[in-house]
T-cell receptor, first 111, second 112 residues
Framework: GESVGLHLPTLSVQEGDNSIINCAYSNSASDYFIWYKQESGKGPQFIIDIRSNMDKRQGQRVTVLLNKTVKHLSLQIAATQPGDSAVYFCAENIHTNQFYFGTGTSLTVIP | DVKVTQSSRYLVKRTGEKVFLECVQDMDHENMFWYRQDPGLGLRLIYFSYDVKMKEKGDIPEGYSVSREKKERFSLILESASTNQTSMYLC???????????FGDGTRLSIL
């Protein structure tokens, strides 16, 4: 089956620095991707999404980049804040009602 | 904002019991999902439903069943709970295909 993985399980950044979280996907037919944030004790929260006809999408302090050539997705968080500390994971959707989720990267922001 | 509400945050049950986990969404979404989340494994799909009284098996349906009698409510049933079903259970809903799924805060279920 398809797999969605992350390059690093943990990431620590200084407050105010930019964060980059990466995700690799295996199915070239995937056409829709989502980044989620999960804080301790809470459910995953939608951050931003991108469709395969785009290679970049920006939100408030977040940018998602999609490289279909190498099947790679990244989430960039600008000016990282303590409230950004959480687990981040990507999800891919392949023409069905189902998503495949990565295991997540734990982001720790150091004050 | 979409609100997905799971009836219990924490639940402790005994082996062999029949367990019901309830989920309600308030956005008239067509699709609803049940996942379990275990350390190092990510989210795994148990069952989903794309319409009232319709259900589809996900990746790990064994030992579970679901019920969707009303559009806003999707129930997960553990027919005879076992210790390997101790996990975090997450419910989600979405408007349709290729749309974001919105999650509840989860039910942490312990089977003793």
């Amino acid at each position: 089956g398809e797999s969605v993985g992350l390059h690093l399980p943990t990431l620590s950044v200084q407050e105010g620095d930019n964060s980059i979280i990466n995700c690799a996907y295996s199915n070239s037919a995937s056409d829709y991707f989502i980044w989620y944030k999960q804080e301790s004790g809470k459910g995953p929260q939608f951050i931003i999404d991108i469709r395969s006809n785009m290679d970049k999408r920006q939100g408030q302090r977040v940018t998602v980049l999609l490289n279909k050539t190498v099947k790679h997705l990244s989430l960039q968080i600008a000016a990282t804040q303590p409230g950004d500390s959480a687990v981040y994971f990507c999800a891919e959707n392949i023409h069905t009602n189902q998503f495949y989720f990565g295991t997540g990267t734990s982001l720790t922001v150091i004050p | 904002d979409v609100k997905v509400t799971q009836s219990s945050r924490y639940l402790v049950k005994r082996t062999g019991e029949k367990v019901f986990l309830e989920c309600v969404q308030d956005m008239d979404h067509e699709n609803m999902f049940w996942y379990r989340q275990d350390p190092g494994l990510g989210l795994r799909l148990i069952y989903f439903s794309y319409d009232v009284k319709m259900k589809e098996k996900g990746d790990i349906p064994e030992g579970y069943s679901v019920s969707r009698e009303k559009k806003e409510r999707f129930s997960l049933i553990l027919e005879s709970a076992s210790t390997n079903q101790t996990s975090m259970y997450l419910c989600a809903s979405s408007q349709g295909n290729n749309q974001p799924q919105h999650f509840g805060d989860g039910t942490r279920l312990s089977i003793l």
